[in-house]
């Protein structure tokens, strides 16, 4: 068997091992592929059945088996519908690897396996092409099945091809014609006629025909295979025009005209100068070429090792495809690259000036540029003050200097009783704001909460972990909160974070204040400009704008309708701090996207009251109903996120709950106009506090007449 050295990059790149396979698992199954001959695209037939589990994953693997017994990986299909149960499946899976071939005249002939995984043990034991399959891997197939696989040489790729010829690039003769080869590439042309035969490579120097031997070369057949081929390197070959004559080697003549050319490149660090930490450590570099896409050898004149190099490259968009491990050489390999600027990072690489190279893999093409990387600041974490209600989420901004990772301890457990460990990377912003639960912090497991419920970060500004934390009883207490950070590898010892910060904070957590609520009424175009606001911050201007244009007025009494047509909006203001780290942990949204319409809903039907009621109540009623009647009564919990809109003001710890006298009238039609009702808001969540804390309003119904001038409605609270 013909087995060449791959030369083609992007092979070796390309792996086939995917990330995150599917829970279920099938323990049979059946694959089955047909002797065929490889499509314009390299790909083959293979099908698949009777997996007992249907639930799952699948993986599809081709493979060969080498000179020396073992299974090597030729291609993959991964992440495939595990789903039979309507019948068998049908996945095209293409070759990437050829050395499972011999030549035999213009085809290729080898025989290839098809093997059924599930993609959870894929994913367990990976393997890229061209690599051999773990004997662990090999242990945990579904199913086998053999075929013969045929393709036609010329239908290869120039790549592809090439690797059959251990070259950059191979044709067929007769495919030369108007053909560009990049100056160093080495070139195979097949088709020949017989072996042995001279063939003469040679440049058109004049434009009426007129040429000049460049090299003489001999055919040589493949392994007694009836394929004839020359090679030859452009590395010494003048940019121009060329073509092969001979006789009786299959060139009949001379072939068709193709031209070498000559590859510019041009790289550029943006900085001549960057530190060995932090953000001064991070810059780019600039490729540019009359090539589309080629791949780069880099080095240092043996100044900084493979695993430096990889660090520095590989810190954006650029990927390492060979680090050339085999040669003990201080080179790495960059995959495909296109004109563009790559993001790099020297962060932790010695002082000292350093001469970088870089050399197209398959060309002449290089390019060279300097950089000097000195000592840098110290990385420092500096944090502010933050003060916030007792169960409600404080926003701690912490700031990063030369560096995107620190540690912070919120509380000192010896002199506080409660310490949250946490700790930031990655961080892609100066400034990270870490939200912190004062609702859930000391809480486990078993109270439905999660470390992000507790410590939180927006993505964009960085990964915030929470790494461990004082459990508490109950709810975090009240007081002041000593708050540390530092650039440290630990929260504990001589070096850690609370014994060798960086900069101290306080963090002050205040008793929540008494309810207090206000009554508002709005019509159907002032509710449709709150309905429509992008965001929170936005509904709470036009509530205000509101205000002050006499759109939304004060009062206790709210108009209906016969038709609802003119029925009022009724905004219920309750001004209750504390209660935004509750919602935020029984909606389980993020802590700095909570969207409150539908977690006040959620909460108003949450079991974890102090009584036998719910974490909130909001309900509206009836008073003096008349003799021997039952009081209406509305609670707005029965209610849907479709029918209401809640509008949090965190800058005032207001809640205002937007809601259609319409809609009141659908949950209970007996509402009608001239009846009063006392509106109750409780507080009356477990953790939050020992007793109920509500409050009452009351308001009033009267028949619609398009304006009314109404009074401010005082509000009684009770603990």
Do not use: C
């Given at each position: ?5 791959i ?34 695209d390299?790909e ?16 599809l ?68 092409v ?49 053909r ?23 440049e ?58 000559e ?14 930490t932090?953000?001064d ?41 060979d680090d ?28 000292g ?27 420092e ?102 708050v ?12 850690g ?97 909570v ?42 919990a029965?209610?849907d ?33 001239d ?45």
């Amino acid at each position: 068997m013909f087995l060449a050295a791959i030369m083609v990059l992007s092979v070796f790149a390309m792996s086939v091992a995917f990330a995150g396979g599917a829970a279920a698992s099938a323990t049979d199954g059946d694959v089955t592929i047909d002797e065929q001959t490889l499509d314009s695209d390299n790909e083959v037939d293979v099908e698949y059945e009777n997996l007992d589990d249907n639930s799952g994953e699948v993986a599809l693997v081709l493979t060969y088996e080498n000179d020396d017994g073992d299974l090597i990986v030729a291609g993959a299909a991964t992440e495939l519908d595990g789903d039979t149960s309507g019948g068998a499946l049908t996945e095209e899976v293409e070759v990437q690897n050829f050395d499972g071939f011999d030549v035999e005249g213009d085809e290729l002939v080898g025989d290839h396996n098809a093997h059924l995984f599930n993609q959870s043990s894929f994913d367990a034991n990976s393997a890229g092409v061209g690599d051999e399959v773990p004997a662990d891997l090999a242990d945990d197939q579904l199913d086998i099945d053999d075929a013969e696989l045929t393709g036609v040489l010329g239908d290869l790729g120039p790549a592809q091809a090439g690797t059959i010829f251990g070259v950059d690039r191979a044709y067929a003769e007769d495919d030369l014609d108007e053909r560009a080869f990049w100056q160093g590439q080495e070139i195979a042309v097949f088709g020949l006629g017989a072996a042995g035969e001279d063939v003469q490579l040679r440049e058109k120097t004049d434009s009426d025909g007129s040429s000049s031997l460049r090299a003489e070369l001999t055919s040589e057949e493949i392994d007694d295979t009836g394929t004839f081929f020359v090679d030859f390197s452009t590395e010494n070959r003048d940019e121009g025009e060329y073509f092969l004559r001979g006789s009786d080697a299959g060139v009949s003549g001379s072939s068709e005209v193709f031209e070498v050319v000559e590859q510019d490149l041009d790289a550029e660090f943006g900085d001549s100068e960057v530190s060995d930490t932090g953000d001064d450590a991070e810059t780019d570099i600039e490729f540019e070429s009359n090539r589309g896409s080629y791949s780069l050898n880099v080095s240092a004149d043996g100044d900084l090792d493979v695993e430096d190099l990889t660090d520095i490259f590989t810190a954006g968009d650029l990927v390492v495809v060979d680090d050339n491990e085999d040669d003990d050489d201080d080179t790495i390999t960059l995959g495909t690259i296109s004109d563009d600027e790559f993001d790099i990072d020297f962060e932790d690489i010695d002082e000292g000036d350093y001469d970088f190279d870089f050399e197209v893999v398959d060309s002449t093409a290089s390019a060279s540029d300097s950089i000097s990387v000195v000592e840098g600041e110290d990385g420092e974490l500096d944090v502010n003050d933050a003060d916030v209600a007792e169960g409600d989420i404080a926003a701690i901004d912490v700031e990063l200097s030369n560096t995107d990772e620190g540690k912070l301890a919120i509380g000192n457990d010896d002199d506080d009783g409660y310490q949250a460990n946490v700790t930031i990377s990655d961080a892609d912003e100066d400034t990270v704001t870490v939200y912190f639960n004062t609702y859930t912090a000391g809480s486990s497991d078993a109270f439905n909460s999660s470390p992000e419920s507790i410590v939180f970060a927006d993505d964009d500004e960085a990964d915030v972990t929470l790494e461990n934390q004082t459990n508490l009883s109950s709810i975090l207490d009240t007081g002041d909160y000593e708050v540390t950070a530092a650039v440290a590898d630990s929260f504990g010892g001589d070096d850690g974070v609370l014994d060798d910060p960086d900069n101290i904070a306080s963090l002050t957590v205040n008793e929540r204040s008494e309810l207090d609520a206000t009554q508002w009424r709005a019509g159907e175009v002032t509710f449709d400009d709150i309905d429509d606001a992008d965001d929170e911050e936005e509904a709470v201007e036009v509530i205000g704008e509101a205000v002050e244009d006499d759109l939304i007025t004060e009062t206790d009494m709210f108009a209906l309708s016969d038709t609802n047509a003119d029925s009022d909006y009724q905004i219920h203001q309750i001004s209750a701090d504390g209660l935004a780290g509750l919602l935020a942990n029984v909606s389980g949204d993020d802590l700095d996207d909570v969207e409150t319409t539908q977690a006040f809903i959620d909460t108003l039907n949450n079991d974890n009251a102090v009584g036998d009621d719910q974490s909130l109540v909001l309900e509206l009623e009836q008073q003096n109903p008349g003799s021997n009647q039952d009081a209406i009564e509305v609670d707005i919990a029965d209610l849907d996120a479709d029918d209401l809109d809640v509008v949090y003001d965190g800058d005032e710890s207001d809640y205002y709950v937007v809601i259609a006298s319409d809609t009141l009238l659908d949950a209970n039609d007996d509402i009608e106009e001239d009846q009063d009702y006392e509106v109750t808001f409780a507080v009356q969540d477990d953790r939050l506090l020992d007793e109920d804390n509500s409050m009452t309003s009351k308001i009033s119904t009267k028949r619609s007449t398009g304006n009314s001038n109404l009074k401010r409605q005082k509000v009684t609270s009770s603990a």
